[in-house]
């Protein structure tokens, strides 16, 4: 059972940093593709990054410069490191994860931590 989850949200103050982790059940390189989304009330889920197995990195271009995503492999656990963030940034940010396996997709999603940037 593929189980990914999510920690480290939170309430900050603008201009402030949060970092996100997401935990997987299996070995993370058994994912194509791993990344992160956000959904704001109100608004569709958004991608905000992706990594690759090989470790292709792609961000959104509004999100370039403030949020770096990693991994640790020897812990199973992707990072979102979150910085500068604005009020515009608050969202429930979801953990994915994407396996293609004998050509079948199969994609994974964390329940979700809550961000909250407000003063």
Request: aromatic share 10%; hydrophobic share 35%; net charge positive.
């Amino acid at each position: 059972q593929v189980q990914l989850v999510e920690s480290g949200g939170g309430l900050v103050q603008p201009g402030g940093s949060l970092r996100l982790s997401c935990a997987a059940s299996v070995n993370i390189f058994t994912f194509n593709v791993m990344g992160w989304y956000r959904q704001a009330r109100g608004k569709q889920r958004e991608l905000v990054a992706t990594m690759t197995q090989g470790g292709t990195i792609h961000y959104v271009d509004s999100l370039k410069g403030r949020f770096t995503i990693s991994r640790d492999s020897a812990k199973n656990t992707v990072y979102l490191q979150m910085n500068s963030l604005t009020p515009e940034d608050t969202a429930v940010y979801y953990c994915n994860g994407l396996q293609i396996i004998l050509g079948r997709r199969n994609e994974y999603w964390g329940q979700g931590t809550q961000v909250t940037v407000s003063s």
